[in-house]
């Protein structure tokens, strides 16, 4: 069975862009997860998505947002990009609730701001 | 509010050797306990597990038992391999749909051939 796919892998925006990413859940998983991955800070919850509303939100401006369709992939957006957003951002899976605590993740999207 | 707290890293060793990374948590109520594992290049992956006290997870190797009296659930491998270097992760969550699943900082582990 296919595992979490995020694209893209990597990409490079400079400081006031705005970008996207994307992440196919594993199939038959309804919830998705949104983290941000960063040297100091380690992993920071965005937000999560089930049945394309969101359940459950984090710390972070308003700058990201997020979203999911009813084929349960979900996207995320920043606006308006600072050099902090530099990171790693991590999708991650679950059949339900995402508190099992078995969370399927993907390989992240690394971006960089310049 | 709910937290986990990780030893700090990097920590080094060589082959074979014995391996603990120390975690503890505060939570309220009976929080279920993970380690998850990330791999160079790669994301987090469940390694183990444990959801009750006195339980004990275990899995390629490793093993981490659920100390409610500590409030702890160290991580233990007897032998370390070069393939073990990575990232680990402590994490909690309670079985409520309005709380996010608690992760720790991370430690990372390089092992030396």
Redesign the interface.
Known sequence: KAGVTQTPRYLIKTRGQQVTLSCSPISGHRSVSWYQQTPGQGLQFLFEYFSETQRNKGNFPGRFSGRQFSNSRSEMNVSTLELGDSALYLCASSLDSPNTGELFFGEGSRLTVL | GNSVTQMEGPVTLSEEAFLTINCTYTATGYP?L?W?VQYP??????LL?ATKADDKGSNKGFEATYRKETTSFHLEKGSVQVSDSAVY?C?L?????????I????TRLHILP
């Open positions: 279920s993970f998850y290049g790669e994301g987090l992956q469940l597990k992760f994490a969550s309670r079985l409520n749909r309005d709380d996010k699943i992760f720790g900082k991370g």
